[in-house]
């Protein structure tokens, strides 16, 4: 999480996109994989299911208002490729990440 905000300040800074390469052909891949592995955290953050859906949850919000504040301070267009791909990266790393926390440690999900 702490690199994910540090990447959100970062953006905000005047010709930071060309040194954090947020244009080019790998550009949806810089999307994805932070988010996959916020996803795959956030479903190791604890054992109590809610706590995990928040931080899950959590991470999905921070992808689209790292988005918005791109938008607010450079062109003023949502780039809603990004935010689906944020998206899909928080999903992808929460499935991996139940299913490894399964897979290696079964536990009882404790409920809210």
Same mark, same amino acid.
């Given at each position: 999480?702490? /690199?994910?905000? !540090?990447?959100?300040? /970062?953006?905000?800074? &005047?010709?930071? @996109?060309?040194?954090?390469? %947020? %244009?080019? @052909?790998?550009?949806?891949? $810089?999307?994805?994989?932070?988010? +996959?592995? /916020?996803?795959?955290?956030?479903?190791? +953050?604890s054992p109590l299911l809610c706590?995990?859906?928040?931080?899950?949850?959590?991470?999905?919000?921070?992808?689209?208002?790292?988005?918005?504040?791109? &938008?607010? @301070? $450079?062109?003023?267009?949502?780039?809603?490729?990004?935010?689906?791909?944020?998206?899909?990266?928080? &999903?992808?790393? +929460?499935?991996?990440?139940?299913?490894?926390?399964?897979? !290696?440690?079964? @536990? *009882? *999900? *404790?409920? /809210?």
């Open positions: 999480m702490v /690199l994910a905000a !540090i990447a959100m300040v /970062l953006s905000q800074f &005047a010709d930071s @996109r060309h040194w954090l390469h %947020t %244009t080019g @052909r790998l550009h949806g891949w $810089y999307h994805f994989l932070p988010f +996959a592995v /916020l996803g795959l955290l956030a479903m190791w +953050a706590v995990r859906l928040s931080w899950v949850l959590f991470a999905g919000m921070l992808g689209f208002a790292m988005e918005l504040g791109e &938008a607010l @301070r $450079y062109d003023g267009v949502l780039e809603w490729h990004d935010v689906w791909m944020d998206a899909a990266g928080v &999903a992808a790393g +929460a499935v991996a990440g139940w299913l490894v926390s399964h897979l !290696i440690s079964p @536990r *009882e *999900e *404790e409920d /809210l």
